[in-house]
């Protein structure tokens, strides 16, 4: 017994000194994030990749493939990994984004910026290198690198200015602060958290419960106490998402709230599903996922499929630059890939050949993300267009981000024809919203009209009388008038989108033909 309560105390004690290092860790990264965050992404990326799930399915070689064609913006070499936002929640658009991560090796900035044609710079101290992307690299030490964008000088020296003025700032709020601790803490290697406090006010919130009681197919609300839910709902304080991975990848949407949520509770999936479809940030397997609601806080949970780790990891939206960097680490500098090419070639037939690799790694990329953006599953399931909104832009800017050295500069513009067709289908979708609501404002109010007789008397020609006539406002009427307007905008939008890719699809398929024709290998 008494061998066992050692064995205990050693075991205990080497879990503790685990947390602490962990703690220590995400805290000296996270005393690195600007002031006014409300929004942050936090991955343990070594516990994914040793996850039962992603040892099963090589999830590290698929990472270093996918980093290595642009498609991630995490780097595989990576420990620790945060990214942080100020988001305007009203027009759904960072302000600023930072990442900081610690690297298992040391980044050469002069070689940095030589490499990716940017300018070097020293702010208060420390190495840094203005990126052609609007964006600042920053090294805080010998393994541990900074992004800010944009590239604004000043804002970026007072960031750096504040780390090293406050050695025990702490930036985050305490619902973000609250999200890390889940990963530092309890392990779960992927968090996504906004904070949302103040972000909405009761009388707004009530608004649009009206509009969505109206909606066709919207929530049902006729037993609700609209007024109390209202209440409860701008009191919301944040969200999180948290995945944990074993033989399956789970998720966990948790909303916090100031107060019981008990007046939503019996719509609390309904409206939950709702407002993610609203703002385009849909996956298919919601619908599956189970829900609880009680005391202050309502939880989503349930399994996440292929698809949909795909687009809730798109939300990693970190700097181009810092993959840059690190893929400028790791090949030492100079070009990556332009090495090894030796075998008697002719430098003609090796420029041939790099380019060739590189034109299908991108156009490889383009449909892969088009593909992805369609929503398809095994199940054939689809949503309509509106609900997946959101990833237009952030596979815009994925394509927007792939490398395009040595890529053949017709499969370039491609590219950017792909990306501009994603941003007029996300227009498309922002669009509904506010021409809905003008659409709405168009219509005019219905009444009920009739004609009433009344008698005055009699003259020369017989009996005489006044006719009345009587119009009553017809709410019913109205109402039925503006939500054929409402459904009548989204029909266009979503009809605009359903022609845009279909129209990509189409044109995929003449690239494809086009590059194997004039390269004579197949893509």
């Not at 019913?476 to 989108?497: D, F, L, P, S, Y």
């Amino acid at each position: 017994m008494s061998r066992r309560f050692a064995l205990l105390i050693v075991s205990l004690g080497l879990s503790m000194l685990w947390n602490s290092i962990a703690a220590a860790q995400y805290g000296d990264l996270i005393r690195r994030i600007p002031y006014e965050a409300n929004a942050v992404i936090v991955l343990d990326v070594g516990k994914i990749h040793d996850s039962p799930i992603g040892k099963a399915e090589s999830w590290r070689g698929q990472h270093e493939k996918r980093f290595e064609a642009g498609l991630s913006m995490v780097p595989p070499s990576a420990e620790h990994y945060i990214v942080a936002s100020k988001m305007d929640f009203e027009y759904m658009t960072p302000v600023w984004t930072s990442a900081v991560m610690d690297v298992s090796y040391e980044v050469s900035m002069p070689e940095l910026s030589v490499w990716a044609g940017g300018e070097m710079d020293e702010i208060e101290g420390q190495a840094a290198v203005r990126m052609p992307t609007d964006a600042y690299v920053i090294k805080f030490g010998v393994n541990k690198m900074g992004t800010m964008r944009p590239g604004n000088r000043q804002e970026t020296t007072n960031w750096i200015r504040n780390v090293y003025k406050f050695s025990q700032r702490e930036p985050l709020t305490p619902y973000l602060a609250e999200a890390v601790g889940y990963v530092q803490d309890l392990g779960t290697p992927i968090i996504m958290a906004v904070d949302l406090d103040g972000v909405v006010s009761a009388d707004r919130v009530r608004s649009r419960l009206d509009e969505l009681s109206k909606e066709s197919g919207g929530v049902d609300l006729s037993n609700v106490d609209l007024d109390a839910a209202a209440k409860v709902l701008a009191g919301i304080r944040g969200a999180m998402l948290g995945v944990t991975l074993r033989d399956k990848v789970n998720g966990k949407i948790k909303v916090d709230f100031g107060e019981d949520v008990a007046p939503i509770a019996p719509i609390a999936k309904p409206l939950l599903l709702a407002v993610l479809a609203e703002q385009g940030a849909m996956i298919e397997e919601f619908n599956d996922w189970q829900v609880q609601a009680g005391g202050k806080l309502i939880t989503l949970e349930g399994e996440l499929l292929p698809s949909g780790r795909r687009r809730m990891m798109s939300l990693l939206d970190a700097p181009a630059e810092l993959h840059q960097a690190v893929s400028q680490g790791q090949t030492g500098g100079g070009q990556p890939g332009a090495q090894g090419e030796g075998g008697g070639k002719t430098d003609e037939e090796k420029q041939k050949q790099l380019t060739i690799a590189a034109t299908k790694q991108y156009f490889n990329s383009l449909v892969t993300l088009i593909d992805d953006i369609r929503g398809q599953r095994q199940s054939s399931d689809f949503h309509t267009w509106g609900q997946v909104g959101l990833w237009f832009e952030r596979y815009a800017t994925r394509i927007d981000e792939l490398p395009t050295l040595n890529v053949d500069p017709e499969a370039v513009q491609f590219g950017q024809w792909i990306s501009t067709q994603f941003r007029a289908s996300e227009s498309a979708m922002k669009g509904i919203g506010p021409q809905s609501r003008i659409a709405q404002q168009r219509v005019p109010t219905q009444y009920n009209t009739r004609t009433t007789y009344t008698p005055i008397g009699v003259n020369f020609w017989g009996p005489t009388g006044v006719y009345n006539t009587v119009s009553q406002v017809d709410n019913r009427a109205t109402g039925e008038a503006k939500a054929r307007a409402r459904t009548q905008v989204k029909i266009q939008g979503n009809m605009q989108a359903n022609m845009s890719m279909q129209g990509m699809q189409q044109a995929v398929g003449d690239m494809r033909r086009y590059l194997t024709q004039k390269y004579n290998v197949q893509f």
